[in-house]
């Protein structure tokens, strides 16, 4: 587990669960969370003049959410290079086994102490982020997806 929160009222929808927007709201700190994890807290980011930005993010929505549910979110490293991390977040409600959400993205480590650009990982950060937990893109049954209609052959 990485984060815990409660759907907030101004979080519902018109439909009565949690707005899809707010998925993501989540996700985002949960992703948060795992930079603390690895290292890049706060106060590591300003000092280092490092940080994370997300490239791409794909959310699936499984089952829908209540005001008030509490929500955990797990995240697990797919893959990983010198300035990237492939991230796999999943959501669920309390402390069901069952996920409500997935999530992956792809994450750019990035120097700010000038206009920001990509850098690889310091060595330690590097170290903690290899340390992490660790999922095969098979056992991420959300990885992966793509958006689309298949195509029709006129006929």
């Given at each position: ?93 309390g402390e069901g086994s069952d996920a409500v959400s997935a999530c992956e993205q792809m994450l750019m480590h990035i120097d ?38 298949p195509v029709r052959r006129a006929g």
């Open positions: 587990m990485i984060y815990r929160d409660t759907v907030r009222p101004e979080w519902v929808d018109y439909n009565g669960h949690l707005r899809d927007a707010h998925y993501m709201l989540i996700y985002s700190l949960a992703t948060d969370a795992f930079m603390d994890t690895i290292g890049l807290g706060d106060a590591a980011r300003r000092t280092r003049h490092r940080t994370l930005y997300t490239l791409e993010a794909h959310i699936s929505y499984l089952r829908e959410l209540k005001e008030g549910a509490a929500v955990r979110v797990d995240a697990r490293v797919i893959a990983r290079d010198a300035k990237r991390i492939h991230l796999y977040l999943q959501m669920f409600e700010t102490s000038g206009a920001p650009k990509a850098a690889s990982f310091d060595d330690d950060i590097a170290a903690n982020i290899a340390a992490q937990a660790t999922i095969a893109a098979t056992e991420a049954s959300h990885a992966g997806r793509v958006i689309g209609l």
